[in-house]
């Protein structure tokens, strides 16, 4: 069952522009949320969390946003830069210790 | 600081062999979870180790079996390989319950 979603399955972007990621979920326990980069060849590397507590979290050109009634969360990329180019996960966790993924959105930045 | 290592790199076998994977965590790290990453899919949690015990695990047979180790290294085994086990198979290692998970860079498993 998948319970943490992402449409998207690929998002072309200018670079200098904003980039707007789109995660949905379907399990209301979840109370911690999580975005990881995924270049080619490593791992996932985590970028951003935020609490269920919170409607809001930013780091650096980073915000992550996260709407509960709609079990909806996004990330906010400004400035696009090409280094951001890579496969964007969601993940989602509540008190069982594994991470829920969804299947990824891959961002390309045009120069 | 060493991150999370993890061998062989690629791996190639075939239908009904056995697999042994290996991970070293993070230093410091005490916990360490398992994820299969299809094609086209996000990782899915096959099991945890905590104090090397399985703390927890997700929807995968028995076939899937793990082990940790009292420096905290762990190895994943797979038994009867089907050609569907073929995936990128992340290791990740955490502090004790702690959220944030650090991944390496995984072993990409074929079965022919």
């Known amino acids: 069952d998948q319970q943490v979603k992402q449409n998207s399955p690929s998002l072309s972007v200018q670079e200098g522009r904003i980039s707007i990621l789109n995660c949905d979920y379907t399990?209301?326990?979840?109370?911690?949320f999580l975005w990881y980069k995924k270049y080619p060849a490593e791992g996932p590397t985590f970028l951003i969390s935020?609490?269920?507590?919170?409607d809001k979290n930013e780091d650096g050109r980073f915000t992550v946003f996260l709407n509960k009634s709609a079990k909806h969360l996004s990330l906010h990329i400004v400035p696009s830069q090409p280094g951001d180019s890579a496969v964007y996960f969601c993940?989602?966790?509540?008190?069982?210790?594994?991470?829920?993924f969804g299947a990824g959105t891959t961002v390309t930045v045009r120069a | 600081d060493a991150g999370v290592t993890q061998s062989p790199t690629h791996l190639i076998k075939t239908r009904g062999q056995q697999v042994t994977l290996r991970c070293s965590p993070k230093?410091?790290?005490?916990?360490v979870s398992w994820y299969q990453q299809a094609l086209g899919q996000g990782p899915q949690f096959i099991f945890q180790?905590?104090?090397?015990?399985?703390?927890q695990r997700g929807n995968f047979p028995d076939r899937f079996s793990g082990h940790q180790f009292p420096n905290y290294s762990s190895e994943l085994n797979v038994n009867a390989l089907l050609l569907g086990d073929s995936a990128l198979y992340l290791c990740?290692?955490?502090?004790?319950?702690?959220?944030?998970?650090?991944f390496g860079p995984g072993t990409r498993l074929t079965v022919l």
């Open positions: 180790y905590y104090e090397e015990e399985e703390r």
């Open positions: 993940a989602a966790q509540y008190n069982d210790y594994k991470l829920s």
């Open positions: 935020i609490s269920s507590i919170k």
């Open positions: 399990n209301s326990m979840f109370d911690y």
């Open positions: 230093s410091g790290h005490d916990t």
């Open positions: 990740a290692s955490s502090l004790g319950s702690a959220f944030e998970q650090f």
